[in-house]
């Protein structure tokens, strides 16, 4: 079974910067797409980025050159290097990891870190 567990968020002023990490766990077939996803209070879930087992990168326009996402595939560990952070940043920001798996699409979803960035 698949966990994911993402770490790092927090409180931070506006300008100041955060690493989130997102560290998974069970069997994930070796080709496979990992994501960050953001959710603000009254607001659906948004894509911020994206990152392919090639590192091939995708970014939301709202976070392009201020974020960056990167993958440690032998510690199966996935990253969001957040800088130059805005108080329209903050939400709860989940990690996410989907392929297509011999049995079917495979799609997880961690727990969410909480990001506040103060004005």
């Known amino acids: 079974q698949v966990q994911l567990v993402e770490s790092g968020g927090g409180l931070v002023q506006a300008g100041g910067s955060l690493r989130l990490s997102c560290a998974a766990s069970g069997s994930i077939f070796s080709i496979n797409t990992r994501g960050w996803y953001r959710q603000a209070p009254g607001k659906q879930r948004e894509l911020v980025a994206t990152?392919?087992?090639?590192?091939?990168?995708n970014y939301a326009d709202s976070v392009k050159g201020r974020f960056t996402i990167s993958r440690d595939n032998a510690k199966n560990t996935m990253y969001l290097q957040m800088n130059s952070l805005k108080p329209e940043d903050t939400a709860v920001y989940f990690c996410r990891v989907w392929y297509q798996s011999f049995s079917g699409p495979k799609d997880y979803w961690g727990q969410g870190t909480q990001v506040t960035v103060s004005s």
């Open positions: 990152i392919t087992s090639g590192g091939t990168t």
